[in-house]
């Protein structure tokens, strides 16, 4: 590996070094998790409009909601110790990509459970299409505890389809154990860095761009 990429993989990495977008992440699938629990609870026709609506609204505002939270903390319990690094900032192309990617994947996972009766795979389909992409994301910025979450969440699914338990609450059980292991691993790895870290001095700090 270049030294080049090495630097981009490794500006990578930094911001994933204190745990905090883990954990944030792990909240937002309890969130969506408790959306599927509301389904569970009031079972209806209206509940179920609502819940295909609202699943890829909650996604797209509670990324937008997880990315401000997350510079804010940055901002006052990172940078301070560990300095700031910046980074090339996405096109609004990307973003509206991103935006509509996450709009379609909540259309999807939604249409599939409730129209197509795949009730059976809704645990399978959650923890598989989540274990995709935190595998892809450890892959991409090395770092393993990723691959163990991609595990976790793959299995969580697996093992809650085997339960035999009616969709919406498979998927509110998914969600949310899932969530609870990024927030672990994200409050795991938050405390090891606090405990490593020294508040910085006053000096600018070193930016990789």
């Known amino acids: 590996m270049s030294d080049l990429n090495k630097t981009i993989r490794r500006s990578r990495q930094y911001w994933f070094d204190d745990g905090l977008a883990e954990a944030l992440i792990g909240i937002l699938f309890a969130l969506i998790g408790l959306l599927f629990w509301w389904q569970t609870t009031f079972i209806s026709r209206t509940s179920i409009l609502v819940m295909s609506l609202a699943l890829p609204v909650l996604i797209i505002l509670g990324s937008l909601g997880v990315g401000v939270l997350l510079r804010w903390l940055k901002q006052r319990l ?3 110790r560990t300095g700031y690094v910046t980074y090339q900032k996405p096109t609004r192309k990307q973003r509206n990509f991103s935006w509509l990617l996450g709009a379609v994947v ?20 959650i923890g598989t299409g989540i274990g995709i992409g935190l595998f892809m994301l450890g892959f991409r910025i090395d770092l393993m505890r990723f691959h ?3 595990v976790w969440s793959v299995a969580v699914g697996v093992v809650i389809s085997f339960w035999g338990v009616e969709s919406a609450l498979a998927a509110t059980l998914a969600l949310v154990l899932i969530g609870l292991g990024m927030v672990l691993s994200g409050g795991f790895v938050f405390w090891r860095y606090w405990q490593n870290s020294e508040p910085g001095n006053d000096e600018p700090a070193e930016a990789l761009s």
């Open 148 to 150: 163990f979450l991609a």
């Open 78 to 80: 990172v940078y301070p």
């Open 106 to 125: 909540g259309i999807s996972i939604a249409v599939a459970i409730t129209q197509l009766a795949l009730f059976d795979l809704t645990a399978v389909f």
